[in-house]
C-alpha cells in the first residue's frame, strides 16, 4: 500500500537555501488513519474490500484511455459478430432511433422557398443514402463508443451538391506516435484550443488493423474539427471519447453464453449412453482387473456384460436445466436495461405480456429513442444541413433567392418515423380529444407519426376535391373491409382489454 504524505512548511534556520529566510519543504510520512464518516457506503469493511478493490478516483479521459478504450470496443465487436442477441439488440436500437431516415421540414415565412429547399435536401439525402449511414453511426456509437464521419466533396454524387458524408472506424482517430503524451489541449487525436473547443483531428490514412496496406502506419492528416462528425455519448464532466455503450453487458453476454453452452453439455451428456465402472470390492478384495480410463464402446440398443466384481453406472446430468429459461430472461433483461429496452423487444418474444404492461415498458424505450433522436438532429443533421445549404446557396439558381441572403430564415426541425400504436382506434380517439380541448395542434400530432402537417392536409386537400368531383362520401371513397376479418379484430381487442384489467 502507497504511503501517505504530506508538505510541511518548516522554519528550521539555516536548512534552507539563500533567500528564502531557512525555508524549506520536507516530507513526512503520515500513518493512515481510519476514514471518519457517516455514510455506510464509504465505510470499507473486509467483507466489501474486494468488492470496491477497483474503484478509483481518475478523470473520465484516464479512466478512458486509448488502452482501455480498444480492448472495450474489440470485446464489444466480437460479441455482437458472435451473439445473437447482442447483434439483435443493436440492430433494433438503431432500426427505431434512424428509421428509415429523418426528414427535413423549413419553418420560414416563405412557404414556397421551403417546399423547395426540403425537396432539394431529399433527392440529395437519397443520393448519398443517408440513412443507411446515419443507421451504421448509430450502430458504431453502440458497439464503439463513438463514431466519426467526414463532411468532404464526392465527385461522383449525382447532384448539384456534391457533399458526401465519409464513414470512419474510432481506431482511424488516435495519436500517430506512441511518444505523444496528453495534456489538456490534446486527447488520443483531438486537439483542443484554450477554451475546450475542438480544433483538429489527428486521423490515421489506414486503419491499424489492415494488413493490406503496405505504406508507413505512422501517415496521418489533420483535419479541421468543422469536416469532422463526431457521435458520442458525454457521461462524465470532461470526457472527449466515447466508450461502448454495451459496456456493463459485456461480462453478462459472456455469462449467457456459458450458460447456454454448460446446459447444452449436460444434457447432451445426459442424452449419450456413456458411463463409468465401479466395483464395491475392496481395494485387496477379488475382482478382474480393468485398465484405468479405459473406454468401452457400448452398441446403441444392446446390452453388455462386465467384468467381474464391476458394476455400470451412468454419468447423472446434475445441472438444474429447469432453471434455465428463468435465468436466461433475467440476464437477458439485466442486459436490456443499460441500454433503456425493455425486455420483450431485447429478447424478440412479448411471451407473458399483456395489453398494459406492454404500453407501460415501451414508454421509457421510446422516450430514450426521443433523446437519441433529439442529440442526432443537433450533433450530426444540423451540421450536415447547414454543410449543404452552404454550397448550395453557391450554385446559381438552384435555390430561391432569399435563401442566398445573409440574413435567410434558415429555421427548421426533423421528422423522424412514428412509433406504430397497438390500438389505432384508441390512438385516434385520444387525438380528437386533444385537438378539441386544444391541448396540442395538428404539427404535433402529424409529427408523432413522424409526417409533415402541412403535406398531409394539401394532400387531403386532393383528395376531398376529387370526392367531390366524383360524387363520392367519405364512406364509399374509403377501403374495403373484410366483415369477418373486422369481427376478429374487434374480438381481439377485446381480448387484450381483458388480459389489461
Not at 433494433?92 to 422557398?113: F, K, V, W, Y
Not at 433483461?333 to 420483450?344: D, G, S, V, W, Y
Request: hydrophobic residues 40%; contains cysteine; glycine residues 8%.
Amino acid at each position: 500500500m502507497l504511503k501517505l504524505v504530506r508538505y510541511i512548511f518548516g522554519t528550521q534556520r539555516g536548512s534552507g537555501r539563500p533567500g528564502t529566510g531557512g525555508r524549506r519543504w520536507r516530507l513526512q510520512p503520515v500513518t493512515p488513519a481510519a476514514l471518519s464518516a457517516r455514510y455506510d457506503a464509504a465505510q470499507t469493511t473486509d467483507q466489501d474490500r474486494r468488492h470496491w478493490a477497483n474503484a478509483d478516483h481518475l478523470s473520465a479521459d484516464a479512466a478512458a484511455n486509448p488502452q482501455v478504450r480498444r480492448v472495450l470496443r474489440n470485446r464489444a465487436r466480437y460479441e455482437v459478430a458472435n451473439n445473437a442477441y447482442a447483434k439483435g439488440i443493436v440492430l433494433t436500437l438503431a432500426n427505431d432511433c434512424i428509421g428509415t431516415g429523418p426528414r427535413l421540414q423549413m419553418l420560414g415565412e416563405d412557404s414556397e422557398a421551403n417546399g423547395v429547399v426540403e425537396k432539394a435536401f431529399a433527392r440529395w439525402a437519397h443520393a448519398i443514402d443517408l440513412p443507411e449511414k446515419l443507421r451504421t453511426l448509430r450502430i458504431s456509437q453502440l458497439v464503439d463508443g463513438e463514431s466519426f464521419a467526414l463532411l468532404t466533396t464526392n465527385p461522383r454524387v449525382d447532384e448539384p451538391v456534391q457533399l458526401d458524408l465519409r464513414l470512419i472506424e474510432a481506431d482511424r482517430v488516435c495519436d500517430p506516435s506512441p511518444r505523444m503524451v496528453p495534456d489538456g489541449r490534446h486527447v488520443d487525436g483531438i486537439i483542443f484550443d484554450a477554451w475546450g473547443n475542438r480544433l483538429e483531428y489527428m486521423i490515421l490514412r489506414r486503419h491499424p488493423g489492415d494488413q493490406r496496406w503496405r505504406g508507413p502506419v505512422l501517415d496521418y492528416d489533420r483535419v479541421p474539427a468543422e469536416a469532422v462528425v463526431h457521435l458520442y455519448r458525454v457521461e462524465r464532466p470532461g470526457q472527449s471519447r466515447g466508450v461502448p455503450a454495451i459496456t456493463p453487458a459485456l461480462t453478462l453476454f459472456a455469462q449467457l453464453r456459458r450458460y447456454t453452452l454448460a446446459v447444452l453439455g449436460s444434457a447432451e451428456q445426459a442424452a449419450l449412453p456413456g458411463g463409468v465402472v465401479y466395483t464395491d470390492a475392496p481395494p485387496n478384495g477379488e475382482a478382474e482387473s480393468v485398465e484405468p480410463m479405459d473406454a468401452i464402446e457400448i452398441d446403441r440398443g444392446m446390452w453388455m456384460t462386465m467384468p467381474g466384481g464391476w458394476k455400470m453406472g451412468q454419468v447423472r446430468a446434475e445441472q438444474p436445466t429447469t432453471t434455465y429459461g428463468e435465468f436466461k430472461r433475467e440476464l437477458i433483461n439485466e442486459i436490456a436495461r443499460c441500454l433503456n429496452m425493455p425486455f420483450n423487444i431485447a429478447a424478440g418474444n412479448s411471451a407473458g405480456y399483456n395489453y398494459a404492461s406492454g404500453r407501460l415498458d415501451h414508454q421509457t424505450y421510446y422516450k430514450s429513442i426521443r433523446v437519441d433522436q433529439a442529440h442526432i438532429a443537433a450533433n450530426v443533421l444540423d451540421r450536415i444541413f447547414h454543410a449543404w445549404l452552404d454550397e448550395a446557396v453557391l450554385i446559381e439558381g438552384f435555390l430561391p433567392q432569399a435563401m442566398r441572403a445573409l440574413d435567410s430564415d434558415r429555421r427548421h426541425q426533423w421528422f423522424w418515423d412514428g412509433q406504430e400504436h397497438v390500438d389505432p382506434a384508441k390512438e385516434a380517439n385520444a387525438q380528437a380529444t386533444r385537438l378539441s380541448a386544444n391541448t396540442t395542434t395538428l404539427s404535433r400530432e402529424y409529427a408523432r407519426v413522424g409526417l409533415d402537417w402541412e403535406a398531409e392536409l394539401r394532400q387531403r386537400a386532393k383528395e376531398k376535391a376529387l370526392m367531390r368531383e366524383l360524387g363520392l362520401t367519405d364512406e364509399e371513397a374509403g377501403p374495403a373491409v373484410d366483415s369477418e376479418r373486422e369481427h376478429e379484430d374487434e374480438d381481439a381487442e377485446q381480448r387484450i382489454e381483458h388480459q389489461g384489467r
